[in-house]
């Protein structure tokens, strides 16, 4: 008994020592890793292999979580990356996925609720220090030159202290320049923007009433479809706007999953509860889409592919997703028979 003793000390000792001088090594071999991938050019690969990419960047709502940014999507093809809503937290997730900021030329934002705008400051700011030598547009329906001029007023000193610093880029390309269209008329869907490289962009309505206008977005390039609802409750104008899509973004919130939360919510102690929240979380059932509703309007719209974002209530991450993935999707391939995805930050789909 006392040798084994023995031998396992030894077996203890000799391995401290070796984790002791090895130590050096993996720091070493660590920071190497994190050199390669700060310093190296990201993206290049999917800009020019000649598919078309959609990532589901931040994929969350108001609802706050540590993992999970707010409403942005990414889209890129043929040497053109476009974000779809720029939702706080969003691109510094796109910086960690290694997506091509620097390339970012279009900034489409569906309406104006702050989860939707708030990272606008940080995307025109992240793609010009990463060298972004082209002009940054973000398009809107008026009052977006409003919101975009807030945010370069915001970056204005930063862009100074940076470029004495930098002196690689021109500070002209650190603000974001607006560009207005007009807000489509009733069930319309006028073509808001060509790049030279052929993407083109549409812009439609969508019912979030209080929230005036509210539009999603019809993308096309390279021979796909990518159609984007932005906010919205349940809105027949989507079979039309989505008719035959690749791909259909529409948000998600599930009405039983919440009524359920709310139940627990009004069960806790008056004393811990917070009433504003609940009042909150009743009031926006009326103006977002139960996950059932969105996989009609993607079967009678013909959609390939439907995706879930903008996920209320969260399903949040690793173990929590495993478990309540299935049951937020509940009755959706029921009416739906193309594929489904509930989307996740990162989430990568190639045509």
Known sequence: MNKKIT???????????????????????????????????????MLHDGKVHVITIGTGSPEPDLKIAQSCTGIICNGEFIILDAGSGSARKAEALGLPVKNLTGIFISHFHSDHILDIAAWINISWVAGRHDSLFVFGFP????????????LKLDAQYRFENMKSTATGFAYGIPRIYPTPVGNSM????????????????????????????????????????GDTKKDDRMIVHANNADILIHESY???????????????????????????????SRYHCDPKEAAAIAESAGVKHLVYTHIIPSVGTDMKRFFLKNYYLKGVKHIYHGQVDLAEDGMQISL
């Open 7 to 45: 031998y396992f000390a030894i077996v203890i000792f000799v391995t401290l020592i070796v984790l002791l001088l090895s130590k050096t090594f993996v720091v070493n071999l660590i920071l190497k890793h994190k050199a390669e991938n700060k310093f190296s050019i990201h993206g290049l690969e």
């Open 190 to 229: 006028p073509l808001i923007y060509t790049s030279p490289k052929g993407l083109k962009v549409f812009a439609f309505n969508v019912s979030h009433e209080p929230v005036l206008p509210a539009v999603g977005y019809r993308v096309e390039i390279g021979g796909k479809v990518i159609v984007y609802s």
């Open 143 to 154: 009052g977006i030159d409003d919101i975009v001029n807030g945010f370069n007023q915001t």
């Open 254 to 284: 599930n009405q039983n999953y919440m009524l359920q939360a709310l139940q627990y919510g009004e069960s806790l102690d008056p004393q811990k509860q917070d009433i504003y929240l609940l009042e909150q979380a009743k009031n926006t």
